[in-house]
Structures are given as C-alpha cells and as structure tokens.
C-alpha cells in the first residue's frame, strides 16, 4: 500500500470517474486504474462498484476513503515540519474569500503579500462560507477568508479584524433625517437583501427588528450584489446594510445616504480559517500577519457588537 495508491483513491471517489481523477492527478488512466486495482488485490476488497455509473463507493469503500483522507493530509505534514524547519514560505496555496469581503479586501492585501512572499503560489477563489466549509473539510483549500464565528470544530479562526454594518438609506426612507441609526429602526420589510447563500444576510437578518415580511408589500428585492443594493437603494425602493470597507470608495454623493448606528456598533467578525489539521501554518501565518498590518490602518473599530453570521435558530 502506498499513498500515490490512497490518494488516486481519494481522486476517484471525488469525481467518481477513472478518466477525470486521472487528468487531476496528471497521469494516465491505465496506470491510475492499475494501482487502484493493485491495492484492492492486496487488500482482497472492492474499494469502488465499477457497475454503477457513476462509479460509486461500496460499503467498505467509504470507510477506507475516510482513513485515507486523514493519511494523505498527515502525509503532506512530514512537508510542512520540513519547509517550518528552513523557515521555507512558498509553495501552492488555495485561498478561499467570501463574495461580500473579495472586492474590499483582496486588493488591500495582495500585491504586498505577493512582493513579501514570491515563491507562495496563490490560488484564490471566491466561494461562500458554505462551500468553504465543505472544501476545507475534503482538503481542497488551505485556508479561507470569511465571516465568524462558525461554531465548526473542524475549523480555527484568526480574527482580522472587526468590520461594522453602515445604513444606506434613500431620501424617501422613514430613517433619512435620522443622524445615527439603531437595531431597533430596522424592519426586514423595508430592508434590500442579498440573496441566500449570502453569510452577510444572515447578519443583516440577525440584527433587523423583525424577520416576518409584510404580506401587503407590492415587492420583496434580493440581489446577489451589495453593487445592486446600492443602484435599487438609490431608485428609493428601500434601504440597505453595507459592509464598512464598502463604503470607502463611494462618492460625496452616495456618502449623504450613509447612517452610522450608536456605538456599540453591529458588526461582522473577519477570520482567517482553516482546518484544525493545521497544514501550511507558515503561509496561513504570514498571510495573517500581512492582512492584519494592513487593515489596521483601515479599519480600527474597537466598540462593536459581534453579528452571528449563522441563520438565526427558528423557536419550536
């Protein structure tokens, strides 16, 4: 038994297909099916059911993908004690970033990690916290940029930094002429909304007043973009919750319609995440430290209270 043979495995049982998890593992699909069936003679068990399509797992199978998940990484980790010992910083690394942290953040951050850190190769992907959770799981990210806590124990968190909801609020709304705003203004049924799937309309959700929409309202407006928000909030259709770093970069004119709450102030948690395995901790290390020392200077609010990024729990 070798770990080439687990980790073929593993790459089959991903994409339940010899010829793809042949072109991820770059090699081809004889040989990648002969050591897959090199290691059943010597196990005398069937790891897949060829019958179906597509391949599936027989019972025996699933047991030996979960033990072969957990050698793989513990494999990888002989590498990290090695590169952690020569102070070596570079290599692959896979990056996830929630949609509503992606376009304020990244560009903060980048080029300096890149100029600090030039033998680190970032792949980086913007997917929500769902699908992060799931891919840090199954080992296809290294760490990840989002919204906590996440009450995961599979997953540590590094705060980055605290990052508090504004109100944008049209001239027609009910809270224009309001200085400063608190949770209690908020009503969901005048309130613009990202789409599900959006960890940041869980937060804006858990801190409105009411969660029970309005059956005589003409319209309910979600986007997937805080960009949309913004253009429906401007047509006067309802105010909208932004991210602070979002509202950085909005002109004069847009910043009228911004209303800070009374401290303490609502906001979200930013972490940096990744799998207690911890692999990689040397570039997850540098990576925080890049950040933090970045936004630092953007970004220091100290009086805020912590929004749950979760969906808040239905009464029974």
């Not at 304020?104 to 300096?112: A, E, G, K, S, Y």
């Not at 959770?133 to 290294?142: K, P, S, V």
């Not at 940096?272 to 911890?278: A, Q, V």
């Amino acid at each position: 038994m070798t770990i080439t043979q687990l980790y073929y495995v593993l790459a089959v049982a991903e994409n339940q297909n010899f010829t793809k998890a042949a072109e991820k593992c770059f090699v081809t699909q004889p040989t990648l099916s002969m050591q897959i069936q090199k290691l059943e003679d010597e196990l005398d068990i069937l790891i897949f059911d060829r019958g179906k399509k597509p391949i599936e797992l027989t019972e025996i199978g699933r047991k030996i993908v979960h033990q072969a998940k957990n050698i793989v990484n513990e494999s990888y980790r002989i590498q990290d004690i090695v590169d952690q010992q020569k102070g070596f910083i570079g290599g692959e690394f896979r990056l996830g970033i929630i949609p509503t942290v992606m376009p304020t953040l990244l560009p903060m951050f980048l080029n300096t990690f890149i100029k600090k850190h030039p033998k680190v190769k970032l792949i980086i992907e913007e997917i929500t916290t769902e699908e992060i959770i799931a891919r840090l799981n199954e080992g296809h990210l290294d760490a990840a940029i989002a919204v906590t806590p996440l009450e995961s124990e599979l997953i540590k968190e590094r705060v980055l930094y605290y990052e508090p909801f504004i109100g944008y609020v049209p001239e027609n709304h009910r809270l224009y002429k309001s200085e400063n705003i608190i949770p209690e203004d908020l009503d969901v049924d005048d309130m613009l909304l990202l789409e599900d799937g959006h960890c940041f309309r869980e937060g804006v959700l858990n801190i409105c007043k009411s969660f029970k929409a309005n059956n005589d309202t003409n319209f309910q407006l979600e986007s997937g973009s805080i960009e949309t928000l913004i253009k429906l909030s401007n047509e006067g259709l309802g105010m909208t919750l932004l991210p602070y770093l979002h509202t950085l970069d909005l002109n004069p004119n847009a910043q009228h319609h911004l209303k800070h709450f009374k401290e303490p102030s609502p906001a979200r948690e930013v972490s940096l995440i990744y799998h207690k395995s911890e692999l990689k901790m040397q570039i997850i290390e540098a990576l925080q430290s890049v950040i933090s020392g970045i936004v630092r200077g953007a970004i220091a609010f100290q009086n805020v209270k912590i929004v749950s990024p979760l969906p808040k729990k239905k009464a029974v």
